[in-house]
């Protein structure tokens, strides 16, 4: 018999944790925030919060032990996940897996399974601990490449370099926006792709797995810009895409939803790189499906049946970026955003800004997909961020 209210703890609280968090307390759980600074997001939503350096093993496992949460949840890739393993180990359950949350921590863990063990189609990539062997790596990938930390997020370090000449600049770019201690790069071939898309998978307790419509998006450096709901693909598209997914996630194990992401090229569906979390392209899920990405994770983490998945004609979300570094938040514009029909804002909270900071995101549904970009789009303008003196 599954009986509630569970115990979830949080490993990052930022805005995916944050919906995550508000999931859960809808189903009566007691939420544990955990990041690795004050007033997180999650934070603002949770019973207890925890501050401390989650990249800690010896403190992860401490706070860990002290809560004997039902489930940990982690919603960021900096984590001691050998401390994971271990508290695994003890009988405590890890969303989906502490061996998914180390493979997918990574780019070349996660790369090197997908692209050897499962042989499924990703971009030529090398990797290189040098500045000295990127130039030999990126040689024979062609002009441009594109150079990324081997572990980074929202797009940092990441570079497309056009020459040999740009390799050193774009070595150091990546080395200082990588997380963690590592000097190991990747660098890629550059896809003129048609399209990107995030296929969000979900992973039942009884093997099942449920996919939601797939998710068109745009990034800038490697970051979420916008998306929307349903993207456009073939039906043959859609099928090699869910095989993939399935592939790679049956591999991965455990429950809860994937964001999963590929790149289409034609006909050609090719494997870009998994979360094992909600996904920031799929926040438009809070506006566009019955259930939300962050419920469904709920559902499946806590094994809770997924009845049938619905979604709106055509939706869409734009972020909402800061354009200067703030002490103290404040934000006009919102009475403007709000004025059209079938459209939100969701501002995340965060208590200080930094230029191109995600802030909050506008949503919209319309009837077709242009429709509401085109809302989404000119409700995110229509807020600034100020300080609020």
Known sequence: MNIF????????????????AIAAQRLSCKVIACDRYAKAPAMQVADEAEVFDMSNAETLKAVVRRH???VVIPEIEALAVDALAELEQEGITVIPTARATAVTMNRDRIRDLASGELNLRTPQFAYASSAKELTTAAEPLGWPVVVKPVMSSSGKGQSVVDSPEGLQKAW?????????????VIVEEFLHFDQEITLLTIRQDNGSTVFCAPIGHEQVNGDYQCSWQPAELSSEQLKKAESMARSVTNNLGGTGLFGVEFFLCGDEVIFSELSPRPHDTGLVTLISQNMSEFELHLRAV???PIPTITHADAAASRVILAKEKLASIGYSGIEKSLAEPNTQVLLFGKPDSRPGRRMGVALSKAKNIQEARRKADQAAACINVIENI
């Open 5 to 20: 209210p569970k115990k979830v703890l949080l490993l990052g609280s930022g805005e995916l944790g944050k919906e995550v």
């Open 68 to 70: 004997q949460p039902d």
């Open 172 to 184: 150091q770019a990546a080395i200082e926006g990588a997380r963690g201690t590592s000097t190991r």
């Open 302 to 304: 806590l094994k809770l």
